[in-house]
């Protein structure tokens, strides 16, 4: 399995060449986020995004127990597993695909979890500006 703290480039979906796969935030190739669990919308370990994904699960964030508590507060358990889902349930240290606007809420509460630029899809730049995504930048 790849590790989520591998710099990897995402898999291409299909259909699309290596030259049109989605970018980053810093306008580069997006990476994998996070495959242990495997994350992404597409459940592929990437935060590419298409129009069926309404949440915008586009942040490629590690995951802390401060978030963790609030997204749950929030109405969304994300730590309890659902295996009926194939869920395994988050923990801190995970590295997860989450919703923009979801992120965005939580920087406005204090609580949101640092971000992997490399692994954020560029059409978060919709929703967040790249500054704040900047100065929640995760450092190795």
């Known amino acids: 399995m790849l590790s989520a703290a591998v710099a990897t480039p995402a898999i291409p979906a299909p259909g699309r ?3 049109d796969q989605p970018r980053n935030v810093l306008g580069e190739p997006l990476e994998i986020c996070g495959c242990e669990p495997l994350t992404g919308w597409h459940r592929d ?17 590690v995951i802390s127990q401060v978030f963790l508590s609030y997204s749950s507060s929030q109405g969304n358990d994300l730590s309890t597993p659902m295996p009926a ?13 989450v919703c923009a606007a979801r992120w965005l809420e939580a920087h406005q509460d204090g609580v949101a979890p640092a971000v992997r630029l ?8 919709e929703i967040i500006p790249l500054e704040l995504l900047r100065q929640a930048a995760h450092r190795a």
Request: hydrophobic share 25%; with cysteine; aromatic share 8%.
């Open 17 to 19: 060449s290596v030259a």
């Open 45 to 61: 370990g990437s935060c590419r995004t298409d129009g069926s994904d309404l949440g915008r699960h586009t942040v490629c964030c």
């Open 85 to 97: 889902y194939g869920f395994p349930g988050l923990k801190a240290g995970d590295h997860w695909c």
């Open 118 to 125: 490399e692994a954020t899809e560029h059409t978060t730049l």
